[in-house]
């Protein structure tokens, strides 16, 4: 919510290594108390653990998400809500390619729900394999707590291997695959299982032992961020972390630790399921409904966490607990607190439980007071001058771009969002450029990938990242009948000779690969002209310990890729991509208004242009910053032009809107000959 500390996820991280200590331990004991483990009653304890107050949240959010996103978002959360009913919402985010520390899409307010389906998934087969070892030592000397601490250790060796190995080659489905994070919760099993040997240890080591933990659970949550190899291997120091305060806390009296043995950490312990369930569903859907995250905002978010929170504990958590629902008459007389309500009157609680739970949340969403309509100035909305915005060079783009900034300017008063194309709720499907389809943005240098050939004399090439399939798009409806034009793209590879830096170290490899063949393969096929663009928002990630310094490692790096391209003959033309916009999908609502969608040149963008400028008077070729294509002249981006939307996301820009450049990159050529 605000974005600090960056390691705050590491939350899940604890909350595997507990939930891994306090499951095993139970079943542990309950083989060691009555010499077997009854799968039936373990799972009626989580279904009556787990289920009530997940299927409150579940109906509440996804009712508000059809009160709240049109229709395309509300139906993939109804998705992201059945997906997390069965634990399987972290497969569902891993297959889709969700990015769980990306800002610039869709985050569905469901996406917190995959760590409970990793911890389920692990408890569909742990029971099972505890069972089956202790079997197989009955009768043996060995104890049976260290074949299990056995088993254990080397399933712990072999997740946090396999956790290492995937982070390095595919990050984002490595964060929420169950493989990758079994190991997790293996040592917090693994403590329970050496119970024994930890009760052990000298009650003056235990603050010592805590102390330290927590400390490494306050770094782990200062110094991690999404920047880093996660889970394999940082989440190791949380894990551990985490670790020594369980080793700390296991027998022996508690001295010294009060911040963790308080009355309101107690409290805060008691609800936390019911936190954890409510939390992201209100960040998300706050997000929906204020302009601007600011401290009345945090606060108010603050605020409807512990009241949710609150009223799913006592309302939804403890009925259920002290009712026997699920319980086998032995199993609830053994149960301190739980009486024997009939059936009717079970169900009438939990639907009073429900309902206040759902009254709770959706109201004080739902009485947020409208937007207001935010009017651009018409002051701000001014003639572009006749000439286009270029570096190196004066290009004609006159009354193609005045035409741009038509529909740009209209977009900009507009106060009710129109008919647009593509369709709101179809962006993401309908705007993608059929490029994509033809294999733009792969990597590949194959024949016939991303090559629209012909059989023209003269031949074009568009090389960059993925912001060069709308480029290519644009390309080949403006000058495909006089040029075969291709594209060598790679997405998330910068095509200039520059390092940008990824925590995937094949990807980085594969990139400089990429950028190396790409280069050859100009010089082989000696095109007429080679247009370079890269998303400015990868200046970010160029080594350098400020934005000038970044920016001037980008500006060598254009200098360098056009120095090796020269050999070729091309014409080296650089064509800046848009600047970054706010997520049509995201800030386009039910009650948002268009003004909501408008973004501002940002300074990265201007710190790119620069460096472009200056590389391209350097070598003597073009830079043509687009600016007004996508901005009017005092820097105001709306999220449509006339009736087009301009970008699927925060840079890709729709099928749609790259036709409609077309005759200003077409003037743009003509200003080039």
Known sequence: MLGWPGGGFIGV???????????????????????????????????RRILPASIVALIVVTALSFLTFRPSRAWDTLVDGVSAFFFSANWRFAVTGTDYWAADGAISPFQHFWSLGVEEQFYFVWPFVIIVVLSALAGKKASHRFGLAVIMGLIIVASFVWAVLETSSNPGFAYFNTFSRVWEMGVGALL?????????????????????????????????????????????????????????????????????????????????????????????????????????????????????????YYFVEEPVRRSDWLLLDSMSSKTPGVKKPDDAMALQRLFVAGLAVLVAGIIPLTLAPPKAAVMVDLADVVSIPTQGATQADSLTLDSAVQEL???????????????????????????????????????????????????????AVVLG??????????????????????GLSKAGCVGLAVEVHDDRAEEMASCQ?????????ILRTKPQIV????????????????????????????????????????????????????????????????????????????????????????????????????????????????ATVVKRDTI??????????????????????
């Open 405 to 459: 900034q038509d529909g740009i300017n209209s977009a900009l008063q507009a106060t009710t969002w129109p008919a647009l194309n593509p369709s709101l709720d179809d962006v993401m499907s309908e705007g993608k450029p059929d490029e994509e389809d033809a294999g733009c943005g792969t990597g590949s240098l194959d024949p016939g990938i991303c090559d629209f050939t012909g059989g023209h004399d003269k031949s």
């Open 513 to 521: 690969q990429f950028k190396a063949d790409s280069i050859a393969e």
């Open 465 to 486: 990242d993925s912001t060069a399939i709308a480029l290519v798009a644009t390309a080949r409806a403006a000058i495909g009948d006089e040029y075969n034009v291709r």
């Open 192 to 312: 329970a299982i050496m119970v024994p040997a930890l009760m052990k240890i000298k009650d003056r080591l235990r603050p010592f032992i805590a102390w330290t933990g927590l400390a490494g659970i306050a770094a782990s949550i200062w110094l991690i961020n999404s920047d880093m190899a996660f889970p394999g291997p940082w989440a190791a120091l949380p894990v551990a972390s985490t670790a020594l305060v369980i080793i700390a806390g296991t027998g022996g009296e508690q001295k010294f630790l009060y911040p963790i043995t308080n009355k309101a950490a107690g409290f805060v312990g008691n609800i936390s399921y019911s936190l954890y369930l409510w939390h992201f569903p209100v960040i998300i859907f706050m997000g929906e409904y204020v302009n601007e995250w600011a401290w009345p905002a945090y606060i108010t978010a603050l605020g409807l966490m512990v009241l949710l929170s609150c009223a799913s």
């Open 13 to 47: 991280d604890i909350f595997f290594v507990i939930s891994g200590f306090l499951i095993t331990g139970q079943l542990v004991r309950q083989h060691e108390r009555v010499g077997r483990i009854s799968i039936s009653e373990f799972y009626r304890a989580r279904i």
């Open 531 to 642: 247009f370079l663009t890269n998303s400015p928002g990868a200046l970010t990630n160029v080594a350098g310990a400020d934005g000038n310094a970044k920016a001037a490692a980008w500006q060598q790096g254009a200098k360098d890729t056009i120095e090796a391209l020269k050999p070729s003959g091309a014409k080296v033309v650089i064509v800046a991509a848009p600047p970054s916009a706010r997520t049509i999908s995201i800030c386009a609502t039910k009650s948002s208004l268009p003004s909501d969608c408008v973004a501002s040149i940002d300074h990265g963008f201007e710190l790119v242009s620069g460096a472009y400028s200056a590389a391209a008077k350097d070598t003597g070729i073009s830079a043509v910053d687009t600016r007004f294509w996508y901005c009017n002249q005092k820097g105001n981006c709306p999220a449509f032009a006339g």
């Open 652 to 673: 890709h820009v729709t099928k749609q809107y790259s036709e409609l450049l077309a005759p200003a990159f077409k003037t743009m050529m003509a200003g080039l000959s």
